[in-house]
């Protein structure tokens, strides 16, 4: 099994475009169900990107569109409709791939739709958080942290030093306050989309290659704990 294999999606009444693709070294069958940002699509550059380090180290990947992008609207769907979606999407990878260890996830918005359905008691295996946004914008005081007690699942979470929707004083006393299942990455001088600037010396190429370095560590430590 090499070659990507698109996929089309129930979601209730309708349907999701959605795509696996193997790992491209030996990683022991872990899968990725992969949610994209609020203002992304399932092939935009950063997806592309990040998950083309991911398979590069191993992990299975399952990119996928949530119903309003489907559908060619910008406006994100209610977040039960995007759990829903995650829910359904995973489904089908089970059945369709049955990997031997399921990780929920995504960019920003799709992260915190896959926390919030694992919160819910949704079965996977871990939840491997890209930049999650833990406040909008310049309201820091907006906290969307509410659910993450919650979580009984191992989680591991990397977000930029500059991200402006997860200032780092907040979220380290929002980790701190829960269990050990939470592991915290920093990616240094990286903002909410993984940028750098040119004088911080590393390139996106070289934050994408850190986010799939810990995240396969991360992988394979769940098969081994």
């Known amino acids: 099994m090499s070659a990507p294999i698109s996929w089309r999606v129930r979601v209730g009444e309708e349907e999701t475009s959605a795509v696996f693709e193997p790992g491209l070294a030996s990683a022991g069958g872990g899968l ?15 997806m592309l990107a990040a998950a083309r380090h991911l398979r590069q180290r191993g992990l299975h990947v399952v990119r996928f569109n949530f119903l309003y992008k489907e559908n060619g609207s910008r406006r994100p769907d209610p977040m039960p409709r995007l759990k829903e979606c995650i829910a359904a999407v995973a489904a089908h990878a089970r059945r369709e791939i049955a990997p031997q260890t399921l990780i929920l996830g995504g960019r920003s918005m799709g992260g915190r739709a896959a926390s ?110």
């Open 32 to 46: 990725f169900v992969f949610a994209h940002g609020a203002g992304g699509q399932m092939a935009d550059r950063g």
């Open 116 to 225: 919030m359905l694992a919160a819910d008691g949704f079965a996977c295996d871990g939840l491997l958080l890209l930049a999650y946004p833990l406040h909008p914008a310049g309201r820091p005081e907006e906290l969307r942290d509410a659910h993450l007690a919650k979580i009984a699942v191992p989680v591991l979470c990397l977000n930029g030093t500059r991200d402006t929707l997860c200032r780092r004083d907040l979220m380290e006393g929002v980790v701190g306050r829960l269990s050990g299942r939470w592991t915290m990455h920093w990616l240094e001088g990286a903002d909410h989309g993984f940028h750098v600037l040119k004088s911080s010396g590393k390139s996106g190429e070289d934050v994408l290659g850190e986010i799939a370095q810990a995240s396969i560590a991360w992988v394979s430590g769940l098969k081994t704990g």
